[in-house]
């Protein structure tokens, strides 16, 4: 597609579910991000891939918070038992290359809210 | 990454040129300088990168002072349409996420 998609646009459940947010990155491109970002602040890493390998998870918050990429183009995003702090808008973004200074391309997001 | 400081917000006339600055003194050689805008509720928008030359695209020119200190994004017309959060964000070469701070909200005003 034109830019990159995230599915869904918004997402609402009951504390306690799963959920898995999907991202489908621009065509060919290297790098896949997840940020988080809280309503009035800025994006927050989370995590993000280069091809299908996971390269850096240190944003995470915790051990609910996992990510895949297995075929090194779509990236799942899964919270496990969900709590309201994990409300938030999710972001992805994928880029070009896999190291260099290449911009950033985000989606719209999935708009999360736990009840 | 360098840490960055930008105004909280502010007001430009629509068809004047905007003018945001940004600090960053702590900036190391291997840094380079980014601008992105978020309006609204949409993703984070790229504007423009550089290191250490001025840079020039379709929507922006970049200025960067000679000691690297500082930057200015400028918007030659704005449009209501540029209203929107401002972030200057300083990244290393082969670094990969951005640290997006509070930003500057930008209002065109009519």
């Known amino acids: 597609g034109a830019g990159v998609s995230q599915s869904p646009r918004y997402k609402v459940t009951k504390r306690g579910q799963d959920v898995a947010l999907r991202c489908d990155p621009i065509?060919?491109?290297?790098?896949l991000y997840w940020y988080r970002q809280a309503l009035g602040q800025g994006p927050e890493f989370l995590t993000y891939?280069?091809?299908?390998?996971?390269?850096?998870k240190s944003g995470l918050p915790n051990d609910r918070f996992s990510a895949e990429r297995p075929e090194g183009s779509i990236s799942t995003l899964t919270i496990q038992r969900t709590e309201q702090r994990d409300s938030a808008m999710y972001r992805c973004?994928?880029?070009?290359?896999?190291?260099?200074?290449?911009?950033?391309?985000f989606g719209d997001g999935t708009r999360l809210s736990i009840l | 990454d360098a840490k960055t400081t930008q105004p909280t917000s502010m007001d430009c006339a629509e068809g004047r040129a905007a003018n945001l600055p940004c600090n960053h003194s702590?900036?190391?050689?291997?840094?380079?300088v980014y601008w992105y805008r978020q309006i609204h509720s949409q993703g984070p928008q790229y504007i423009i990168h550089g290191l250490k030359n001025n840079e020039t695209n379709e929507m922006a020119s970049l200025i960067i002072t000679e000691d690297r200190k500082s930057s200015t994004l400028i918007l030659p017309h704005a449009t209501l349409r540029d209203t929107a959060v401002y972030y200057c964000i300083v990244r290393v070469v082969y670094g990969q996420n951005f640290v997006f701070g509070p930003g500057t909200r930008l209002s065109v005003l009519p």
């Open positions: 702590t900036i190391s050689g291997n840094e380079y």
């Open positions: 065509s060919g491109h290297v790098s």
């Open positions: 973004a994928s880029s070009s290359t896999g190291t260099g200074v290449g911009p950033q391309h």
């Open positions: 891939f280069n091809y299908e390998a996971q390269q850096d």
